[in-house]
């Protein structure tokens, strides 16, 4: 599967964005889809994740009630809703894909598939 993600951009603290990931092929309704981010000099980490069919989320306690993953398995897409944002949002944001489809695993390592990255700047 090939993810693109888009809808990066320069904000303000406080501002929203909302990211896009689509997703080529039919095997993505069956995969769990995940968002990881990585800022200069550091590891990527893991953001969110949503299991195939949008039973179950996650989400790492940085962003816990701030943003919201979710996807249409119709379209193809997975979102990721970022609210209240702050500066240490900042980061390049990528989408990836797990075959496994439950969303239990959230390392970088097991995901198999990912996008190219879109970057996010939140000014303070």
């Known amino acids: 599967v090939q993810l693109q993600a888009s809808g990066g951009g320069l904000v303000q603290t406080g501002d929203s964005l909302r990211l896009s990931c689509a997703a080529s092929?039919?095997?993505?309704?069956?995969?769990?889809m995940g968002w990881f981010r990585q800022c200069p000099g550091k590891e990527r980490e893991f953001v969110a994740n949503i299991s195939w069919n949008s039973g179950s989320t996650y989400y790492a306690d940085s962003v816990k009630g701030r943003f919201t993953i979710s996807r249409d398995n119709a379209k193809y897409t997975v979102y990721l809703q970022m609210n209240s944002l702050k500066p240490e949002d900042t980061a390049v944001y990528y989408c990836a894909a797990d075959p496994g489809g439950s969303g239990w695993y959230r390392g970088v390592h097991d995901y198999d598939y990912w996008g190219q990255g879109t970057l996010v700047t939140v000014s303070s």
């Open positions: 092929g039919r095997t993505f309704s069956s995969y769990a």
